[in-house]
């Protein structure tokens, strides 16, 4: 049972349009210390908004944590952490790519949170990367992707999840020094009305915290269930319940990203669309920009946003982060911004329709399916059964 804690203060920002200038403003009111964690940094206009704030942080004294995913960062320009470094940023990369071979089981072991706390008494948890989601050639922007600014009592589980990974990560690379001994410390106090909870993915306490909250919340849904995924090719154990609530009379919608940014996962989550259509889900396509968002609504009163897919390389290998929130009002705003999105950016998939796509389709997509169910056993070994 997902433990929830009270007395949060809760807003819901949608694209980097809102969630970059909360940051920022965030950042330059710092006092005493910054954690930033990010799987993707650009060097671009976001990127840049927010190198800056971080300077400027930095240079009046505070102490500024950057940690940075080593695959989804790859490509930034290390002149740019070089001045970042200079002006007193520190900067880490989780599991940094080096030359050689490395086993997909390593290789797809990432950091893929996105999370912000700053002065332990605000953070930021979503799904939105460093990069700038209004300059994505080919799609209306901005990409279509969501965070929580949270204040209050929530903040004593984030602090210290952010704090101790950052220190794993320092440990574990020689040369990186110490951690701080000393800096703020979070506070009981209530800022507000809103009940919500911090779960992680790890690789060792924490492995199916996230799934476990989606499948208690769906075993317990009596209406409707309303789940944006961009890459969603969940396991059995996922598709049975998604399957068994449409069965009880439970409304099961899936927004679901319908514009081609991988290949493969594109053409394997298709391959399991006909069993759900069957089972009386109704799955739609957003079209629009690039679905980039991870949460769900349930009963119209639970709801969870973050950065966990729902797929293999989210459930069971990389660290991610999501905040589930049980209150009735930030469910109805998260659901009114879904039904918007639906309305002005998605189609359909119907049933009788796909029956009928051609065959050299349905090859793609089972070749696809057979081949991700395989990149899967080979990354995650033993932990790859819920997803056969």
Known sequence: MTELVDGNRLSLLESGRAYFPALEQACDAAEREIHVETYIYEDDAAGQRIGEALWRAARRGVAVHLLLDGFGSKRLDRGFVAALEAGGVKVLVYRP??????????????????????????????GINVIDDMHTPGHTPPRFDYAVRIEGPLLEHIHAAAKRLWTIVLLTQFGGGWPDADGPRPTAAVCGRQRASFLIRDNLWHRNDIEEAYLEAIGRARSEILIASSYFFPGVGFRHALADAAARGVKVILLLQGRVEYRLLHHASRALYGSLLEAGVRILEYHRSFLHAKVAVIDRTWCTIGSSNIDPFSLLLAREANIVVDDVEFAGQLRGSLELAIDGGAREVRAESWRRRPLPTRLAHWACYGFARFLTGVSAYGQAGEFA
């Open 97 to 126: 790519e080096i030359a050689g071979w490395r086993s997909p089981r390593q290789r797809l072991r990432r950091m893929h949170r996105k999370l912000a706390v700053i002065d332990a008494r605000v953070a930021f948890v979503g």
